[in-house]
């Protein structure tokens, strides 16, 4: 190969910086036996001239085969191209090269150059890597298989001096213009070609499918998904879910209606006309005497409290002076008693109809008798002042003594027995008074006890909504203050302990199952807080 130095001087049309790398691919064919080399090179680097140059300078030492690779080749034209620049005829191409290649002889060594070798078909590299044959091939990326990888050299402004000659280019402009190709010679000679071509909005063609079609199936399957959710939802919807357990305290419910309380019955004007001429026929001095020992507080249509039995015999016990005067009082004047008796039948009257008033009528005093000076008369002086009040107030007993004894039955002052009451009944009655609720029950608990608190209400209609709801449970109410408002707590009560509440809690309806247990002392504490 010592000529092939003197061939590349002899070689036309290259550029400086060519010329320069095809005499560093002479050095190492000299001195390193490849037989695959890469050469690698960016597009419009000139790798086709290179090509041509290279198959020049080995045509005298190499049988040798040129070879541009396309797409548009497959492997049987390929091999048959390869044939006939190697041997001079196309043989078999369905048989492999080194088939085809063993029937015949060559008197030079196999030399092969492929450019654009990017295309050449995946399937012949190894039929040529089985063959005794040079093979440079030419492309844009390098070979891991090739033995050898060879940039090509880019062009220089040496080579765009060269190139644009006759332009006459300063050094500058050539500089400047060579940064913007990016190594390209055919940038290089024609800068329009480095202008990307815009590219051909496609036709769109009109779809043959009517819009209002489109439409309408398009929501006819929202519709299916819609009704396929909400059927779902409806299958996996557990029992009880969305019942409320109380209403909340900011809704606005309508007043509940006040229970109506039972009034006492009003005597009737026959039993009032019946008492009245029966205390006309009555003996002054033994109903007289007989009023001051019965006693001072009655209730119409009942038969007389424990307290008020209890008062009158202590009022009777400390005040004997107070009766014994009273007595000779009414001995000393018989004949006055009718007149005090029908000035005090209006007044009577009046109270039996109207019993609603329960006035505690006490037996005052006697006022003492008017000193009279000495010029009055003697009659005047004998008789003793008897107030009109005292009369009225004498006869309001006598009046309720005897409807007592129409109404219930009972036995005269002297003749009916005390009776007695025990200390619980008389608390529980005030504590029932004193509550609105069930908080008397709560307060004579033990404190050791526990409860289940089921709800909170803001108001007694909410209560009465769920009272009806839940009308078999025993539950109890009672009222608190919390941060300044009235609540009403729904608990059901009372257990032993706490596991016990628990598991009480278990069989109540699945809406007031998040209730908790609260112990006995802490409502206590709540209601006494008020």
């Given at each position: 190969?010592?000529?092939?130095?003197?061939?590349?001087?002899?070689?036309?049309?290259?550029?400086?910086?060519?010329?320069?790398?095809?005499?560093?691919?002479?050095?190492?064919?000299?001195?390193?036996?490849?037989?695959?080399?890469?050469?690698?090179?960016?597009?419009?680097?000139?790798?086709?001239?290179?090509?041509?140059?290279?198959?020049?300078?080995?045509?005298?030492?190499?049988?040798?085969?040129?070879?541009?690779?396309?797409?548009?080749?497959?492997?049987?034209?390929?091999?048959?191209?390869?044939?006939?620049?190697?041997?001079?005829?196309?043989?078999?191409?369905?048989?492999?090269?080194?088939?085809?290649?063993?029937?015949?002889?060559?008197?030079?060594?196999?030399?092969?150059?492929?450019?654009?070798?990017?295309?050449?078909?995946?399937?012949?590299?190894?039929?040529?890597?089985?063959?005794?044959?040079?093979?440079?091939?030419?492309?844009?990326?390098?070979?891991?298989?090739?033995?050898?990888?060879?940039?090509?050299?880019?062009?220089?402004?040496?080579?765009?001096?060269?190139?644009?000659?006759?332009?006459?280019?300063?050094?500058?402009?050539?500089?400047?213009?060579?940064?913007?190709?990016?190594?390209?010679?055919?940038?290089?000679?024609?800068?329009?070609?480095?202008?990307?071509?815009?590219?051909?909005?496609?036709?769109?063609?009109?779809?043959?499918?009517?819009?209002?079609?489109?439409?309408?199936?398009?929501?006819?399957?929202?519709?299916?998904?819609?009704?396929?959710?909400?059927?779902?939802?409806?299958?996996?919807?557990?029992?009880?879910?969305?019942?409320?357990?109380?209403?909340?305290?900011?809704?606005?419910?309508?007043?509940?209606?006040?229970?109506?309380?039972?009034?006492?019955?009003?005597?009737?004007?026959?039993?009032?006309?019946?008492?009245?001429?029966?205390?006309?026929?009555?003996?002054?001095?033994?109903?007289?005497?007989?009023?001051?020992?019965?006693?001072?507080?009655?209730?119409?249509?009942?038969?007389?409290?424990?307290?008020?039995?209890?008062?009158?015999?202590?009022?009777?016990?400390?005040?004997?002076?107070?009766?014994?005067?009273?007595?000779?009082?009414?001995?000393?004047?018989?004949?006055?008693?009718?007149?005090?008796?029908?000035?005090?039948?209006?007044?009577?009257?009046?109270?039996?109809?109207?019993?609603?008033?329960?006035?505690?009528?006490?037996?005052?005093?006697?006022?003492?008798?008017?000193?009279?000076?000495?010029?009055?008369?003697?009659?005047?002086?004998?008789?003793?002042?008897?107030?009109?009040?005292?009369?009225?107030?004498?006869?309001?007993?006598?009046?309720?003594?005897?409807?007592?004894?129409?109404?219930?039955?009972?036995?005269?002052?002297?003749?009916?027995?005390?009776?007695?009451?025990?200390?619980?009944?008389?608390?529980?009655a005030e504590n029932d008074q004193q509550y609105s609720y069930q908080e008397a029950k709560l307060l004579a608990l033990p404190a050791e006890q526990v409860a289940l608190q089921l709800v909170v209400f803001s108001n007694?209609?909410?209560?009465?909504?769920?009272?009806?709801?839940?009308?078999?449970?025993?539950?109890?109410?009672?009222?608190?203050?919390?941060?300044?408002?009235?609540?009403?707590?729904?608990?059901?009560?009372?257990?032993?302990?706490?596991?016990?509440?628990?598991?009480?809690?278990?069989?109540?309806?699945?809406?007031?199952?998040?209730?908790?247990?609260?112990?006995?002392?802490?409502?206590?504490?709540?209601?006494?807080?008020?």
């Amino acid at each position: 190969m010592a000529d092939l130095h003197q061939k590349l001087a002899s070689l036309q049309g290259l550029l400086p910086s060519q010329r320069q790398w095809l005499d560093r691919l002479i050095f190492q064919l000299e001195f390193n036996p490849y037989q695959h080399i890469r050469v690698v090179g960016c597009a419009g680097g000139g790798k086709s001239t290179m090509a041509l140059a290279i198959a020049d300078l080995l045509s005298e030492d190499f049988n040798l085969a040129l070879l541009t690779a396309s797409p548009a080749f497959n492997p049987s034209q390929i091999r048959q191209h390869l044939l006939d620049n190697w041997f001079g005829f196309g043989g078999d191409g369905h048989k492999r090269l080194i088939q085809l290649v063993g029937e015949r002889q060559s008197a030079l060594p196999l030399g092969l150059v492929i450019d654009q070798a990017d295309d050449l078909p995946e399937e012949l590299w190894g039929e040529l890597a089985e063959l005794p044959c040079l093979i440079i091939a030419l492309s844009e990326h390098s070979d891991p298989h090739a033995e050898l990888n060879l940039p090509l050299a880019p062009i220089n402004l040496e080579d765009a001096r060269v190139l644009l000659k006759d332009q006459e280019f300063g050094t500058l402009t050539l500089a400047d213009r060579l940064d913007r190709v990016n190594g390209n010679i055919h940038f290089l000679l024609d800068p329009q070609l480095a202008r990307t071509p815009a590219k051909k909005a496609k036709a769109v063609k009109p779809s043959g499918i009517s819009p209002l079609a489109v439409f309408i199936t398009g929501m006819a399957l929202i519709g299916g998904v819609v009704i396929f959710w909400m059927w779902t939802e409806k299958q996996q919807a557990q029992k009880g879910l969305g019942d409320l357990t109380y209403l909340p305290e900011e809704q606005q419910v309508a007043p509940a209606p006040v229970a109506n309380k039972p009034l006492t019955p009003q005597p009737s004007t026959t039993d009032i006309d019946a008492l009245v001429n029966k205390l006309d026929k009555a003996d002054p001095a033994a109903g007289s005497a007989s009023k001051l020992e019965r006693p001072a507080e009655f209730d119409f249509g009942k038969d007389a409290s424990p307290a008020a039995s209890a008062s009158q015999a202590a009022t009777a016990a400390t005040t004997p002076a107070v009766d014994s005067v009273a007595s000779s009082e009414v001995v000393e004047q018989p004949t006055k008693q009718p007149e005090a008796v029908v000035n005090a039948k209006q007044p009577a009257s009046d109270e039996l109809i109207d019993p609603l008033k329960d006035q505690k009528v006490v037996v005052n005093k006697p006022q003492p008798e008017q000193q009279l000076p000495a010029e009055a008369p003697i009659e005047q002086a004998a008789q003793p002042v008897q107030p009109v009040e005292k009369a009225v107030v004498i006869q309001t007993d006598d009046v309720a003594d005897e409807l007592a004894s129409i109404a219930g039955g009972t036995a005269t002052a002297t003749e009916k027995p005390a009776q007695a009451d025990t200390s619980a009944t008389t608390v529980s009655a005030e504590n029932d008074q004193q509550y609105s609720y069930q908080e008397a029950k709560l307060l004579a608990l033990p404190a050791e006890q526990v409860a289940l608190q089921l709800v909170v209400f803001s108001n007694d209609a909410a209560l009465n909504n769920f009272k009806q709801s839940y009308a078999g449970l025993p539950t109890l109410v009672y009222q608190r203050q919390k941060n300044g408002q009235r609540q009403l707590v729904v608990v059901l009560a009372p257990f032993a302990d706490g596991p016990a509440a628990k598991a009480n809690l278990a069989s109540l309806p699945a809406a007031l199952q998040s209730g908790f247990v609260k112990s006995i002392a802490d409502i206590q504490s709540e209601i006494k807080q008020q």
